[in-house]
């Protein structure tokens, strides 16, 4: 990947001094050049082409966001209810993640979101023990982590 954006800057500069302009539209015009070729030359790259990965990392601070307004929303109704009726549990999801760093940040996704917090995580790294402040229902939860924060990790590493 960061083959690929190297080359994309080079052919946008190379742009730049062949119409002998140094502006930033004639270097953007170049980028996009770049992209263009670059997609074309796709198949001839060991790893898939750079901008799925940035989409990727996109969609997955755009879920970011739209799940922490959820739980936000989610929080405020569990607090502001005349009577706590709260459901606290801690359960156990299994991860289909590898890497520390993906581990990591699923982790960091899930404390981040308000409501929730990685109490633990498992000697072999496959699991996670997470403590919610209300839950219904195990399955749904752990289906919605599995099927949101973990989808689109596996999206940006793979």
Known sequence: MA????????IAFVWMFLSNSF???TFII?????????FMLRRFFRTR???????????????????????NIA????ILRPKMNIRPAIFELDTQLKEDWEITLLSMLITLTPGTVVI????????????TLDLDDVDDAVDSI??????????VSR
């Open 120 to 131: 633990n995580v498992s000697e072999d790294r496959t699991k996670l023990y997470v403590h």
């Open 146 to 155: 599995r099927n949101s924060f973990e989808k689109a990790i596996l999206e």
């Open 23 to 25: 502006t930033a539209a």
């Open 3 to 10: 083959f690929q954006i190297l080359l994309n800057v080079f």
């Open 75 to 78: 929080v405020l109704r569990v």
């Open 49 to 71: 082409f750079y901008l799925d990965k940035v989409w990727a990392v996109v969609k997955l601070i755009l879920l970011f966001i739209k799940e922490l307004i959820v739980s």
């Open 30 to 38: 170049g980028y996009i050049l770049g992209l263009v070729m670059l």
